[in-house]
C-alpha cells in the first residue's frame, strides 16, 4: 500500500507537504504512512481514495485496478 501513495503523489507531481496540507496534517504524520512507520486511518486512506480518484482497495492493494468504483458522493477528509 505504502508504495502506492508515494507513486500517485508523485504522479501528481506533489511533495508530502501539499499532500499533508490537503489531508490537514502535518509532512510528517504524512511521511510515516508513507513510509509505513504509522497505519493509515480509515479517514484519510478514504480521503486519498478520493483525492486520487481511485478506490480504497487500490490504496490498499487489493486490485490492481486504479480506476475507482461509482460513488456516493465526492468528499475528501473531514
Known amino acids: 500500500m505504502y508504495p502506492r501513495i508515494r507513486n500517485l503523489r508523485e504522479d501528481k507531481d506533489l511533495t508530502q507537504k501539499q499532500v499533508g496540507e490537503i489531508l490537514n496534517m502535518s509532512q510528517t ?3 510515516q504512512y508513507e513510509i509505513g512507520k504509522n497505519d493509515i486511518p480509515t479517514r484519510v486512506l478514504i480521503g486519498l481514495a ?3 480518484n481511485t478506490s ?3 490504496l490498499l492493494g487489493l486490485t490492481d485496478e ?3 468504483y461509482k460513488r456516493k458522493k ?3 477528509v473531514n
Open 74 to 76: 465526492e468528499k475528501y
Open 29 to 31: 504524520g504524512y511521511n
Open 56 to 58: 480504497v482497495d487500490y
Open 66 to 68: 486504479i480506476k475507482p
Open 50 to 52: 478520493n483525492f486520487y
